[in-house]
């Protein structure tokens, strides 16, 4: 995926971060999962917008993200790897869904001030520390970039992104000739998967 551009922002001090996590290295693989919209309650906890549902979302398993002030608006779904942006690490405590949100509580947050200091910071996670999916499951970050091919080899374009639209998932397709084609990712078009050769078969018509 591309990188992001680069942007500032307030300083980790500026967020009450402590600087011990400030100071980690962020890794290279970050993937853009969500954003901080406000506080919750009065106890440290903020209130999260996933960039999927929040019972699929890997922020619930995942203990450790980055956060940063949130750049440029990008298309709802679309996660993205992320160049030197300078994220910050954040500990969290627990996590849980709550109406069509998460909740959650930063280790470093005591109270609702604290945490009303990190409102519009987008959440990342490092790709690395994904939970293995089941049998026939996919994140979407990894469909990107794929090629989709028909049952006989020929091209119906790459990936450039994955979208909901509540029945099931669409793959979003840069046609080779141009313009765009949308394929429902659901097992009656997906042939097969192959991440490690970035390949995508589906039963679809080239000429739609």
Request: hydrophobic share 45%; glycine share 10%; charged share 25%.
């Amino acid at each position: 995926m591309p990188p992001s551009e680069a942007v500032g922002g307030p300083s980790p001090e500026a967020v009450g971060l402590p600087a011990a996590e400030s100071a980690c290295e962020p890794p290279a693989d970050l993937l853009r999962l969500g954003r901080i919209v406000g506080s919750y309650g009065l106890r440290g906890w903020i209130h999260v917008e996933p960039i999927n549902l929040p019972e699929d979302s890997v922020l619930r398993l995942v203990r450790r993200w980055w956060v940063r002030p949130a750049s440029s608006v990008r298309a709802p779904g679309a996660p993205r790897a992320v160049a030197a942006a300078a994220p910050v690490a954040l500990s969290v405590e627990r996590v849980r869904a709550h109406g069509g949100a998460l909740v959650a509580k930063p280790s470093h947050c005591a109270d609702r001030e604290a945490a009303a200091a990190l409102k519009g910071f987008e959440i990342l996670v490092s790709r690395a520390e994904f939970p293995p999916g089941a049998d026939g499951e996919y994140y979407w970050s990894d469909l990107v970039g794929c090629e989709v091919l028909t049952p006989d080899d020929q091209s119906l374009g790459r990936v450039f992104a994955v979208e909901d639209h509540g029945a099931h998932p669409l793959l979003r397709l840069h046609r080779a000739e141009g313009g765009e084609r949308m394929i429902p990712f659901i097992g009656v078009f997906i042939a097969a998967v192959d991440l490690a050769r970035r390949r995508i078969v589906a039963d679809w018509p080239v000429d739609d």
